[in-house]
């Protein structure tokens, strides 16, 4: 079983930038993926990004390529996403997910869950 929190949302002016936090509860996570998914109201989830936990290659939406960034920790368990000159339409409930195996863009790869953060950005 793998638990995932995430924090860092908040609000934020357009233009602006903050860095979402993923800890994982699970101390080997080298077989592992986490990404990053969104949700906006009326909306359908939406792929972000995402990382092979072992090389640490990427891979990232079109709409967030170029301004956001994913990355982890080792030694942490955490990955980061760290969103700069955002957008009123990345407005939306980010969440985090992992996957036994490699990096996915289908939300229905994942198995585990974070509880999401509300990211809020004003124009």
């Known amino acids: 079983q793998v638990q995932l929190v995430e924090s860092g949302g908040g609000l934020v002016q357009a233009g602006g930038s903050l860095r979402l936090s993923c800890a994982a509860s699970r101390r080997t996570f080298s077989s592992y993926a986490v990404g990053w998914f969104r949700q906006a109201p009326g909306k359908e989830r939406e792929f972000v990004a995402a990382?092979?936990?072992?090389?640490?290659?990427?891979y990232y939406a079109d709409s967030v390529k170029g301004r956001f960034t994913i990355s982890r920790d080792n030694a942490k368990n955490t990955v980061y996403l760290q969103m700069n000159s955002l957008k009123p339409e990345d407005t939306a409930v980010y969440h985090c997910?992992?996957?036994?195996?490699?990096?996915?863009?289908?939300?229905?790869?994942?198995?585990?869950w974070g509880q999401g953060t509300q990211v809020t950005v004003s124009s």
């Open positions: 990382i092979n936990w072992s090389d640490g290659s990427t």
């Open positions: 997910a992992a996957r036994l195996g490699v990096r996915s863009t289908t939300a229905q790869d994942y198995d585990y």
